[in-house]
């Protein structure tokens, strides 16, 4: 079946230095690209998305990246913060099929130090 | 307010008993899921449904049962809960069309005694 992996599943980080979390998708129909974070005892919620006719985007500290061809999208955050610390889940989906689900991967969980 | 509502937070039972975690959204979804999962770890999809009428088992092997009558509704049924079953279920719900940001509930915290 579909898949997506996630790396790494822990990230610790000085505050200050960036962060790095990567994904592959398997489904070479994939779309849609969404990312949320779990903060400890919240539900998740979506902080950036991409589409794939769009190789990069930025929200402030926080940016995505996609490579279709490779099958992998990144989110990068920058200048972390003690209160980016927090569980990360990548997913990938096919928008506008009405039957296809969202894939989450597996989840990091990344500690920005003080 | 347009949201997704999962009741109740937090139940405690005793092993042998049946139980229904109630899922509600008020955004029109068409798909709706369910997840579940241990404290900041990996989301286990454990029931998908994308419309009224469909079900799919997840991933991850569940002895729960789900319904789909109505659009805004899909309900968890355990039948004999066990404390295997003590976790976090989630539940989340997208669109089929024009953007699919997914949206989950709080979340029901099981302890199965």
């Known amino acids: 079946g579909e898949n997506v992996e996630q790396h790494p599943s822990t990230l610790s980080v000085q505050e200050g230095d960036s962060a790095v979390i990567k994904c592959t998708y398997s489904d070479s129909a994939s779309n849609y690209f969404p990312w949320y974070k779990q903060e400890l005892g919240k539900r998740p919620q979506l902080i950036i998305d991409?589409?794939?006719?769009?190789g990069e985007k930025k929200d402030q500290r926080i940016a995505v990246t996609l490579n279709k061809t490779a099958k992998h999208f990144s989110l990068h955050i920058t200048e972390t913060q003690p209160e980016d610390s927090a569980v990360y889940f990548c997913a990938a989906s096919r928008d506008m099929d009405s039957s296809y689900k969202l894939i989450f991967g597996s989840g990091t969980r990344l500690l920005v130090r003080p | 307010e347009a949201d997704i509502y999962q009741t109740p937070r937090y139940l405690v039972i005793g092993t042998g008993k049946k139980i229904t975690l109630e899922c509600s959204q008020t955004?029109?979804?068409?798909?709706m899921y369910w997840y579940q999962q241990d404290p900041g770890m990996e989301l286990h999809l454990i029931h998908y449904s994308y419309g009224v009428n469909s079900t799919e088992k997840g991933d991850l092997s569940s002895e729960s049962t789900v319904s789909r009558i109505r659009t805004e509704h899909f309900p968890l049924t355990l039948e004999s809960a066990r404390p295997s079953h003590t976790s976090q279920y989630l539940c989340a719900s997208n669109p089929s069309w024009g953007g699919t940001e997914a949206f989950f509930g709080q979340g029901t915290r099981l302890t199965v005694v």
């Open positions: 955004m029109g979804h068409d798909k």
């Open positions: 991409i589409r794939s006719n769009v």
